[in-house]
């Protein structure tokens, strides 16, 4: 098994974002996976890790990496120390981040002959769910796309919206960390990029737009974004395969830190799917 991680990528005038890399060295041509993590989260967050080693004992080559500006640091990944980065977050740059990932998934693993970089699949959770969409609709280099949990509009999300003139007033306004207790910024910014993108960052004409293979799942447990959000993917576009993974939460019923040495019955039954949908 070939693991390799935090890999920083540099680039001229953005944040670095740091990459983790995971294959069977066994095997040949195996699909490419890029897997983004949702709002308030990370790459090694709970299962993520565990997750990505399962997928790739299986015969596919997954990358995982953290936005540029999701409050992590090179240094530290799994702790938000740059909250000013946190706060100049918005939507077009984790759009930019998953760009500049698969241009570098592309060109670093395209004389591997484990790997296939012309059968790209993306997965996202949670907010990420909604960039893959965006991202899947306006790139022809994806293969399929897999959202898990995912936003169905960011214009309803919190981050986005809330006391407009408020926020505007005042430059900032904070969202708690429920699991760290930190006070989370967004700048104003946040809300002025949304409004300046608003027609790409439509959620609902991306999926109408899609002419790829869609998996859709999501928990009927779920109480951070309601499954409704689900069957509303799937209503804009039927050709998409919905799967509801019955008793299972926001995140498949696993936590950060995750000790276990074997995923949650719901994540396990999360990648059986990905297997099947990915080699078809």
Known sequence: MH?????????????????DTFYNEDVKNQPLIIFCHGYKGFKDWGAWNLMAETIAKEGF???????SHNGGTMENPIVF???????NNNYT???DDLNDVIDWSVETLKNNDCVNTSNIN????????????????????????ITLASVCDFGKLTAT???????????????LNGRTKQQMPHFYQFYEDFKANEERLHIETAEKRLTIPHLIIH???????????AYALHLWN??????????ADHVFNVKHPWEKDELSEELLSVTRLFFEFVKK
């Open 3 to 19: 693991i390799k991680k935090n890999f920083i990528l540099y680039r001229t005038d953005k944040k670095p974002i740091l990459i």
């Open 61 to 67: 080559c997954l990358i995982k990496f953290n936005f």
């Open 81 to 87: 120390q740059d909250l000013e980065a946190f706060g």
């Open 93 to 95: 740059k984790e759009l």
């Open 122 to 145: 993306l997965i996202g959770h949670s907010r990420g769910g909604g960039i893959t969409i965006l991202k899947a609709s306006e790139d022809p280099r994806i293969t399929k796309l």
């Open 161 to 175: 919206i809330g006391d407009l003139e408020e926020w505007k007033k005042q430059g900032v306004k904070y969202v």
């Open 219 to 229: 928990g009927d447990n779920d109480t951070s974004v309601k499954i409704d959000e």
């Open 238 to 247: 039927p050709k998409t395969k919905l799967e509801i993974i019955e008793n």
